[in-house]
């Protein structure tokens, strides 16, 4: 698998980290070994520019996807094909500060933040309450599995 993380952010994050984590979550979901992610870590005036330009929203956000060969998730007989899966970009600052409220920490806020990215590259979403329980579910399994996992080392 091709993960690319690019750190443009100027916030040291566990960068080694979120690579495990997406390539856990893309194994998780069958994704095929030559599949291709890319994994962009920007500031806050950055994002809040892609929010406003692709969402119409104003102020930085914690995550955008953006999908390009429109792949889905496969199954352990029929992996999802190779392909781009496309961009995830992440907000460091935005992530520290939901980490607060949150009560956990940064990293594992960026983790949960890329395992959701991920997802909705594979075509999730949670505009729905049936997509949420769907998407969130599958993202807390995929997060505890991975929890497990790094303990287990």
Do not use: Y
Not at 94 to 123: F, N, P, Y
Not at 144 to 150: C, G, I, L, P, V
Request: net charge negative.
């Amino acid at each position: 698998m091709s993960i690319e993380l690019n750190n443009e952010s100027g916030v040291e994050v566990d960068e080694a980290a979120i690579q495990r984590l997406a390539a856990f979550a893309l194994d998780a979901l069958h994704v095929h070994a030559d599949a291709e992610l890319a994994i962009v870590l920007v500031d806050e005036g950055a994002m809040e520019q892609l929010h406003v330009r692709w969402m119409d929203e104003p102020g930085p956000t914690d995550v955008l996807s953006f999908p390009m060969d429109e792949l889905r998730p496969g199954t352990e007989d029929d992996p999802t094909p190779a392909g781009l899966l496309g961009d995830i970009v992440l907000c460091p600052q935005v992530a520290e500060e939901q980490a607060k409220t949150a009560g956990h920490s940064s990293t594992d806020e960026m983790l949960l933040l890329t395992c959701h990215g991920i997802l909705h590259l594979l075509g999730f979403d949670h505009a729905e309450p049936d997509e949420k329980a769907e998407m969130f579910g599958l993202q807390g399994e995929i997060l505890s599995a991975f929890a497990a996992q790094r303990r287990g080392r």
